[in-house]
């Protein structure tokens, strides 16, 4: 896997509101020889943070202005184990709420240009449904985010098969991942930040990967609105490895329509074409001229209608585009999306290489959400930073492999903002 490590500090000035892409960010993904972290939280890589203190009682920290952390048990998994459900807060208006089980947002509440605060995720108000039916609202995804083509990959000259859950395909990690577990879980506060750190090890041969994968999350809010992810993994003998959050949004606030008048701009001249599957053929395709061309901000909705083969097979978008990445390696700038009604923003930046940008299009009406309100086609959107689909079986794709003695690091930040 080629990571490395940079740093940017990049500021972009929206009609007046300030959308900070990626402040001070540092802990790119990276591939070192240092020895695997099994040691407890590693802070480093967050924003030139003081090391992190013990949450302390939300009363206190709320009267100095600092963002705050809470607990409280949210049921339990058939198997009996008890999840929580964590409340970051911070004084500008956000609150975000992550579950151990399946390290999920539940909740993300931001305020819009007029200071009203609305949930823009989909999620559910139940641990049930999580389990039950969730088509990854909020969770993480591992340990291959995406697809792998007919649940197979070559590793060393040594076959592997994994469950197949998606056609004839792989999605997310197979029929139990890291969406479905519950993590261990930590909370950590510092005078400008708040966050949890999720831990899991994964067993050798789990889902059918090799090697022992020992992974850290850590979810880290500040109070410019930045919602900041932080991904950390080793293993014991060589794997592939491709993590990502699976957040749904819809910046009018979930359960309130479609998406498709949501303005959004990817900084990506290149995409990954797919198959009927939706494999990417191996192609790395300019975006110029299609429907794909985001490069300029566009409506959602203007074109998902088109006769194009790709928008056919993806019944609308669910495609990797392959980020425009300066020599730098660091956090950068991956996409922006506007709803015109609210003026909410999200702003994506990440060390990643690619996104998968998914239009909602298998939101079928048959799920109720959050607010009791049903999901349709189209209510909502995905931007999940990520390696291409299917790398494992394409050699000309950045390489997902990871190796004892690395370790795989990657940064995404989600900034929200309004104007
Ligand atoms: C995939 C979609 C899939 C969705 C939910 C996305 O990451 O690209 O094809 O339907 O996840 O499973």
């Not at 591939?31 to 480093?44: E, G, I, N, V």
């Not at 998994?77 to 709420?97: F, I, L, W």
């Not at 197949?164 to 993590?183: A, E, Q, S």
């Not at 494992?392 to 309004?418: C, D, H, K, M, W």
């Amino acid at each position: 896997m080629t990571f490395h490590r940079n740093r940017i500090n990049r500021t972009s000035v929206l009609v007046g509101v300030v959308a900070l892409w990626a402040a001070a960010g540092i802990g790119a993904a990276t591939a070192t020889a240092s020895p695997p972290t099994t040691s407890p939280p590693q802070r480093a890589e967050v924003a030139a943070a003081p090391a992190p203190v013990a949450a302390e009682p939300a009363s206190l920290t709320e009267q100095r202005g600092r963002p705050t952390v809470s607990r409280a048990p949210w049921g339990k998994t058939p198997d009996g184990t008890p999840v929580e459900r964590y409340t970051v807060k911070n004084s500008h208006g956000m609150t975000v709420r992550i579950l151990s089980y399946g390290g999920i947002i539940q909740s993300l509440q931001a305020p819009d240009r007029r200071g009203h605060k609305a949930n823009v995720v989909l999620g559910f108000d139940n641990l049930q449904d999580y389990v039950d039916k969730s088509p990854y609202f909020g969770a993480i995804i591992g340990r291959y985010a995406n697809r792998i083509a007919k649940g197979t990959f070559t590793l060393d000259g040594t076959t592997y098969r994994l469950p197949v859950n998606d056609g004839p395909n792989t999605l997310h990690g197979g029929t139990k991942g890291f969406d479905k577990i519950v993590w261990t879980a930590t909370t950590f506060t510092t005078p400008k930040t708040a966050g949890v750190v999720l831990r899991h090890t994964s067993p050798d041969g789990d889902m059918g990967f090799p090697g022992k994968l020992t992974t850290q999350v850590t979810y880290t809010l500040d109070q410019k609105n930045q919602l900041r992810m932080d991904y950390r993994a080793t293993t014991d003998a060589p794997t592939v490895i491709n993590l990502t959050n699976h957040a749904y949004f819809n910046l009018a606030g979930e359960g309130s329509g479609d998406i498709y008048d949501h303005r959004l701009k990817i900084w990506a001249k290149s995409y990954t074409p797919v198959d009927k599957t939706l494999i990417p053929t191996g192609e790395i395709a300019k975006v110029a001229g299609t429907p794909f061309d985001f490069r300029r901000s566009t409506a959602i909705g203007d074109r998902i209608r088109e006769d194009d083969q790709q928008l056919i097979y993806g019944l609308g978008y669910d495609h990797n585009w392959v980020l425009d990445r300066s020599s730098g390696t660091g956090l950068q700038r991956a996409a922006r999306a506007r709803d015109p009604q609210s003026g909410r923003i999200l702003t994506v930046s990440t060390t990643e290489p690619g996104l998968q940008f998914y239009s909602g299009n298998f939101l079928d009406s048959t799920l109720v959400g959050t607010s009791g309100r049903m999901y349709r086609q189209g209510d909502a959107f995905t931007l999940e930073t990520q390696h291409y689909p299917d790398s494992p079986n394409q050699p000309n794709f950045p390489s997902t492999v990871l190796r004892p003695g690395e370790e795989f690091r990657s940064s995404t930040i989600y900034g929200f903002s309004a104007s």
